[in-house]
Each structure stands twice: as C-alpha cells, then as structure tokens.
C-alpha cells in the first residue's frame, strides 16, 4: 500500500514561491491500477517524482510498504560515455540485483544486438528508448511508477512494450500519469485529477472523465 | 556502501574508460604530478639551505597538497551532471559526493605510497622514522580535505560564486600549506598566523613521521581534529538542506 498524506510541494522561482501541490492525499492498494489526468505543468510529473522518493516534499509523508520503480519516463537517464551494458550493470548494482542474469533479456528485448556493447551516445534516439524500456523491465517492482507514455520506437516495438507492462505484469501496482483520457481509461480502474495544484480523485473513471472534460476546459 | 560502490564504477569508467592504460590514471596523474614538482624543487632549491632530504621532503609536501586540494575540485559542482541519476530513489546526493572523495582519496594515497616505496627501493629516500605517526597525518589531511570539498559541494550547489571562488584560493593556499616550507623556517609572528591554516598541522606532523627528531614540527592535532569536525558538521548540514531540495532532471 502507497499512502500519500497531506503533501505539499513548492519550488522557489523568481518570482517567489509557487505551491505546485497543496496538500494532497492519495492511498493507493496493492493491485490497483491510478491513473493520474491533469494538462501540462499541472504536477503530475512532481507527483511522481514524490511518490518514488526521487524528490522530498515541502511538507507532508509518503508510506511505502511495497518496493517502487523509479519514474519509468521511457527517456532514461543514461551516461552517454558507457555502454548500455555499462547502465544496465549501474541499475543493477544500485537496486541490488543480480547483473549476469539480465544481460541476455535485455539485449533480446532492446534488439540491440552487438550495440550494447557499444557507447550510448552513438546510438538513435529509437535504440537508447528500447535500451531504456528494456532496462526498466530487468528490474522486478510491486508497483511501476509511468510517467506519461509516449510510444515507443516503432508500432511493433510500441506493441511489445505494451505486452510487457500491462499484460505480463498486469496484477503490479501501477501509478500512470497522462494528459491522454484514453490511456488512463484504456489501462486504470481508478483515476484523479489534478487540478491548480488539488488533486481530486474518483472511483469511477468515467466521474474522473467527465471532471477532467469540464476543468481542462473551463481553465 | 552498494550505490557508493556502483557510483565508484561508473566514475571510474565515466572519467577514464577502457581505453590504454584505463583506471591506472587515476594514481599515475597524481604520481607525475608529484614527479614534475620533485624535479622542480631538486634543481630551484627550494628549501633554503636546509640540510632535510630534498626528494622526501618534496614528496610529502606535494602529495598532501594533491590529497587535501583536488577531492574540493572533485566535489564542486558534482551534483549537476549527476541529477538524471536522482530519479533512483537509492541514489543521494552524499552518495556521489562520498564516490568521489573516495576515488580521489584513493588516487592520492596510491600515488604516495607507490612513490615512497619506489624511492626508498632504490636509496633516494630514507624510510620514515614513524610509520603509525605518517599513516595518522595522512588520515588527518584527507579527513581534511574531504570534510572541506563536502561543504564546498554543497554550497556550490546554492550558488555557483563558490565555484569561481575556490580556483584562486586553492592556488594561493598551495604556497601556504606547509608543502614547500616547515614552520620552524619561518620568524615567530608569521609561524603563528600560519598554524591558523588546518592542513598546515598535519603537513607538519607528516614530517615529523618521516624524519623524526631531525626536523622540529609544529603541530596542534586537536585544532585540527576541532576545524576539522566543525567542518564536517557544517557539510553534513548543508547536504540535508539541498538533498530537501533536489530535483532530478
């Protein structure tokens, strides 16, 4: 279970203090399926950042009994200098799994072949989002943090990444941010809104929908 | 200790890769360095007339300038290129700065260490008078040093003025830290303001280990050990306050 009590996030900028998120709560049940709508900039991506304990919040606590991915961006945070062998071995390292045993997954998923060995930098922007999505699935969590998928190299790529989330992985805890009410709707049974820095949440998608419609709208 | 250990790989990676002669950099950099400024103060003379050997006295005053002055260089703005790595919520702030201090510790401490050896092998050294004496110097400046860069890293990331700042003045304490001088050179009044400087003690107690009771040294241990834990809280402070506010990129 992911219990999120009364959260508060604010950056200093220029023009003083802004309060991205204002007291927010959130518990989300193992097993559960959140989508999280709001329009650019309303703080979904903060709210991600808090949840996977990336970021600290102004005030507030987040409980956690159930082990969380990292922000799946599906951008990666890639040392360009090293190998995407290099990164994987990083990722492993740091969440304390064991490396030899991911190699041939990730290289047969990614379809990078020989590349791998290769430095990140010389790779397409297609090939470091397959090396990323890979990476992200070598790594076991209860609960998959996603931040805003955007599709992923090819259709066919796209549709395997699909499969391996949301199909093989289907009874994980799962966190989706989007601005897209059809993805929410397509892969959630529950989902919130927020909105200038509230959030709203609503048991029935179709309620959070319509709540989304009418905000990102009027606003 | 796992993240600091991966940080530690991916450092080393990242800053000298597999190419050539690899990690080996990492002590053999340091090492000429220290090469270069042995040469140096063998031909200019630089200790006035003192009748202390000039290649160990060169080697202890320079390797402790290299041990106390480059992990600051290491930490100071180390947060920045490191922020993508934040998403991963086991990955902190102190843990890049802890990667780095320790690979810029170990550097030092092998390219000391390789050299005394070298030079005590082949005669040009003498081996120091009090081993145990040496190693707790040693400690003491990279205790030092590493204690100064964290605060510096830290501050750094509050205001980039800290940056420009340390560049001079790591240049204009080189001549004042007791690397190419012993106090007991110096008049009395200056000896005095230049035991203010910390790293100033701990050259000095270096010294002492290696030749013995043929230089006399002045050092006060517990000042340094107080600057020095005072440094380190003010760090350990200034870590939680950014890490509060860290945003990954």
């Known amino acids: 279970m992911i219990c999120i009590k009364d959260i508060v996030k604010k950056y200093h900028t220029r023009h003083g203090s ?16 959140v989508g999280i709508l709001g329009r650019n900039g309303s703080g979904k991506s903060t709210m991600i950042r808090l949840i996977s304990g990336a970021e600290q919040p102004s005030s507030g606590s987040i409980e956690r009994s159930i082990s969380i991915s990292w922000p799946l961006a599906f951008g990666g945070a890639f040392q360009g200098t ?15 799994v064991e490396f030899e045993s991911r190699i041939d997954y990730v290289q047969e998923f990614s379809e990078l072949g020989p590349y791998l060995k290769e430095p990140v930098k010389t790779y397409s922007s297609g090939m470091r989002a397959r090396l990323a999505f890979a990476i992200s ?3 076991e969590f209860d609960c998959f943090l996603i931040d805003e998928i ?8 796209h549709e395997k990444c699909q499969y391996e989330l949301f199909e093989k992985r289907k009874n994980r805890t799962m966190i989706i941010v989007s ?4 993805f929410i709707r397509t892969h959630c049974d529950k989902a919130a809104v927020l909105v200038s820095g509230k959030l709203y949440a609503f048991d029935q998608i179709d309620e959070a929908m319509a709540f989304y419609h009418e905000h990102s709208v009027s606003v | 200790m796992r993240v600091i250990g991966a940080l530690l790989m991916r450092e080393v990676l990242t800053r000298y890769g597999r190419h050539n002669i690899g990690f080996l950099w990492l002590f053999i950099e340091p090492m000429l360095f220290t090469l270069g400024v042995t040469a ?3 031909f200019s003379n630089v200790h006035h007339g003192s009748n202390i050997p000039i290649v160990a006295f060169a080697v202890t005053g320079y390797s402790s300038v290299l041990l106390w002055r480059n992990m600051p260089g290491r930490t100071v703005g180390a947060v920045e290129p490191n922020l993508s790595l934040m998403y991963h919520r086991n990955v902190k702030i102190i843990d890049v700065f802890a990667a780095r201090l320790l690979l810029e510790a170990a550097g030092a401490t092998t390219s000391f260490f390789v050299l005394s050896i070298l030079w005590i092998s082949i005669g040009w050294m003498q ?3 009090d081993i145990l004496k040496v190693l707790f110097a040693w400690f003491m400046l990279a205790w030092f040093g590493a204690s100064l860069a964290l605060l510096l890293g830290c501050l750094s990331e509050r205001s980039e003025v800290v940056d420009k700042i340390w560049h001079p003045t790591a240049y204009l ?3 004042l830290s007791g690397a190419a001088f012993m106090v007991d050179f110096l008049p009395p009044v200056a000896q005095k303001v230049i035991l203010i400087l910390p790293m100033v003690h701990g050259v000095e107690l270096l010294r002492e280990g290696y030749f013995g009771s043929f230089v006399h040294a002045h050092y006060d241990i517990p000042y340094m050990a107080a600057v020095c834990f005072g440094l380190t809280s003010l760090a350990l402070a200034q870590e939680r306050y950014i890490s509060k506010r860290v945003t990954p990129e």
């Open chain 2, 173 to 175: 304490l080189f001549p």
């Open chain 1, 150 to 157: 955007i599709a992923v190299g090819d259709s066919r790529f």
């Open chain 2, 127 to 129: 081996p120091p008078q």
């Open chain 1, 137 to 139: 699935m070598a790594v």
């Open chain 1, 179 to 182: 601005h897209q009410p059809d």
């Open chain 1, 82 to 96: 090293l190998t995407g062998l290099d990164n994987l071995r990083f990722i492993c390292r740091i969440y304390g």
């Open chain 2, 40 to 42: 140096l103060w063998t």
């Open chain 1, 18 to 33: 802004v309060t991205v998120l204002d007291h927010i709560n959130l518990t989300i049940n193992k097993g559960e399926k």
